[in-house]
């Protein structure tokens, strides 16, 4: 079953902005991952922070986790309009071995 | 270069008919996964294989079937039993948590 959820559902902004979703589960995790997919192709691996971890960067990713509150949020800095896409959190839980499971996903549009 | 290749892109299939999806990967990954994404939605897993000649059902696994002959091989059927297969199958594999997908067919029953 689907543990992990994303917020918002949906989200426009303006490139040059900052745009941040969130991401919730429910069970205790080994790690969480965030992926991204373009219309119709298939998903991206973008960064991976562990149970351990509180923040992670990449390039203009910042990823923190709060395993108090079972939650992760991915923050693109001064977006552009090829950031459009749909991002996934993928959490992989500690009685699951590498199986991910994916939530539903944020559709990004980033609007020149 | 490595990577994973999913073919055919475009699948269309019959009532009533047996479709098999093929996926393969030269990255060395011993882990490989079928996924199913409805439109707008997140992926759900069909079936998985940490290892040759041994696979797990995921949480959708009826109507499918696979086999983990060779390490770079992961078909997957999608048997008429499967009473909605109109979806777009994604194939991944791993290595430790690192996953790389492949790049989907689309399968729609006509």
Redesign the interface.
């Known amino acids: 079953?689907?543990q992990?959820e994303e917020d918002p559902q949906a989200l426009s902004i303006q490139e040059g902005e900052n745009a941040t979703m969130n991401c919730s589960y429910k069970t205790s995790i080994?790690?969480l991952?965030w992926?991204r997919q373009n219309s119709?192709?298939?998903?991206?691996?973008l960064i991976?922070i562990r149970s351990n971890e509180r923040e992670k960067h990449s390039g203009r990713l910042r990823v923190t986790l709060d395993t108090s509150k079972k939650s992760s949020s991915l923050l693109i800095t001064a977006s552009r309009a090829a950031d459009t896409a749909s991002y996934?959190c993928?959490t992989?839980f500690e009685t699951s071995?590498?199986?991910?499971?994916?939530?539903?996903?944020t559709?990004l549009t980033v609007n020149p | 270069d490595g990577g994973i290749t999913?073919s055919p892109k475009y699948l269309f299939r019959k009532e009533g008919q047996n479709v098999t999806l093929s996926c393969e990967q030269n990255l060395n990954h011993d882990?490989m996964?079928w996924?199913r994404q409805d439109p707008?939605?997140?992926?759900?897993?069909i079936y998985?294989s940490?290892i040759v000649n041994d696979f797990q059902k995921?949480?959708i696994a009826e109507g499918y079937s696979v086999s983990r002959e060779k390490k770079e091989s992961f078909p997957l059927t999608v048997t008429s039993a499967q009473k909605n297969p109109t979806a777009?199958y994604?194939c991944?594999s791993?290595i430790f948590?690192?996953?790389?997908?492949?790049?989907?067919t689309?399968l729609t029953v006509v």
């Open positions: 079953s689907q992990g080994n790690n991952q992926y119709g192709r298939g998903l991206v691996h991976l996934f993928a992989s071995g590498s199986r991910l499971t994916f939530g539903e996903g559709q | 999913q882990a996964y996924y707008g939605q997140g992926l759900r897993l998985y940490q995921g949480d777009f994604l991944a791993s948590n690192g996953y790389t997908f492949g790049s989907g689309r």
